[in-house]
């Protein structure tokens, strides 16, 4: 099949998730096209079957707003009609869906009927797309999608209650190629981030206010208070300096290192005992999945989709939001004995194993087999 992948090209779990999926489907034999403004930051072997499209939006002082759904969709009109696409899967709501939609009729003018595969990812759903501003443009676009996921049970419901929605929302999870994160390295280097008495903490994201950055700081100081430890903190956002600054002000800088933005996430995970998310909201959480996939037990917020990844008492614990107190007990008791550290690590890994890549992507492939013919039915 000939498939355009549209995604956001940043460091952020949609981005990751559709660079994945597009790289797994060129492997089984499909023809991928990403089409975006950037080439996404995991896409690194461009091949045979994996192809990138940039969507150049041409600053025109006169505007405001650079008009970049337009481009798109003339991007989408170009590209579709160039390589034969036969399905469009847009990863992201906003604008990617309405996009694709205006992408489809025009191209109708030329009969040819593309049909649109829409995946919801969360935070255009929970956050972004419910605002008034925005919620008539996000309904229309679902309700006008071939085909509808969501990544998670939760975020499905959410969608459910927050839309009026007409179409079916199949739940199509997050997956993780579990074979990278077998590492080829046999030394995780973990002496150069901490002494063999420490234990080493992790938290990843894009460090905005819904990650609970505070949270992270504050669970980790109850941590160090009673056993060595370290804490890794990857990523970039607005969070991140408010963050240094609590650190300062709790006298921990010494044991916080910020990594900013890393292409190294399996590297800092080998050398990882544990993983914070604390989330104010989470549709999947798929920096959990990414630690558990490398023996990396979770501490985490028990809200959206993070239950469905993160089992409590299983792989990790899980607490209701701003419950720090909760998650440094939990914490300390996971990292105090080495027994059950090692315990928790082995059940990471095996509830992970749920979300292989192999097992999913066959999912996708159905959508759009089932989606084609379809539509070939109605032409
Ligand atoms: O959470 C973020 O900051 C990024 C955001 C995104 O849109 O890329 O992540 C959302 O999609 C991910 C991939 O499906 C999910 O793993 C995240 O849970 C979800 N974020 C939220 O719901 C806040």
Redesign the pocket.
């Known amino acids: 099949m000939k498939i355009g992948i549209v995604c ?1 090209p940043t460091f ?6 559709a660079t994945e999926l597009g790289l797994e489907l060129s492997k089984r034999g499909h023809k991928i096209h990403f089409i975006t403004y950037n080439q996404p930051v995991r896409l690194e072997l461009l091949g045979n079957n994996v192809h990138y499209h940039e969507v150049n939006v041409p600053e025109y002082p006169l505007f405001h707003y650079q008009p970049y759904e337009l481009a798109l969709s003339s991007k989408l009109v170009d590209m579709v009609k160039l390589h034969k696409i036969e399905v469009l899967h847009v990863h ?1 709501a906003i604008p990617h869906a309405y996009a694709a939609y205006m992408a489809q009729k025009i191209l109708m003018e030329d009969n040819i009927y593309v049909p649109i595969v829409t995946t919801l ?4 759903i ?2 972004v797309g419910s605002h008034p501003f925005y919620k008539p443009a996000v309904t229309f676009s679902i309700n006008k999608s071939d085909a509808v996921t969501a ?1 998670s049970k939760s975020l499905k419901e959410d969608t459910l209650r927050l839309f009026d929605i007409k179409n079916e929302i199949n739940v199509v999870t ?1 997956f993780i190629d579990l074979n990278k994160f077998k590492h080829d390295f046999t030394d995780c280097q973990r002496g150069m981030m901490a002494r063999d008495d420490e234990k080493i903490i992790t938290h990843i ?2 460090m ?1 206010e ?2 609970r950055i505070p949270d992270v700081i504050n669970t980790f100081y109850n941590i160090q208070k009673e056993i060595p430890a370290k804490l890794m903190m990857v990523g970039e956002g607005p969070e991140r300096e408010p963050a240094e600054r609590q650190c300062r002000a709790l006298g921990i800088s010494d044991k916080v290192v910020f990594f900013g933005n890393s292409n190294q996430i399996d590297r800092i995970l080998c050398f990882t005992d544990l993983f914070l998310l604390p ?1 104010e ?7 959990a999945l990414e630690a558990m996939a490398s023996g990396v037990p979770v501490i985490s917020s028990n809200t ?2 993070i239950p469905e990844v993160n089992l409590n008492g299983f792989s990790g614990y899980l607490s209701d939001v701003g419950n720090v107190d909760e998650m440094s007990k939990k914490a300390l008791y996971i990292l105090k004995d080495e027994s059950v550290l090692n315990t928790f690590k082995n059940n990471a890994k095996a509830q992970a194993s749920k979300f292989d890549i192999l097992k999913i992507v066959p999912e996708y492939e159905a959508i759009y087999e089932a989606t084609l013919s379809k539509c070939l039915k109605l032409s």
């Open positions: 956001y952020g779990g949609s981005g990751v998730v992201y990812h969360g935070t255009d929970t956050l990544v997050n994201s894009n905005r819904v990650k989330s909201t989470e549709s999947f959480g798929l920096s959206g989709g």
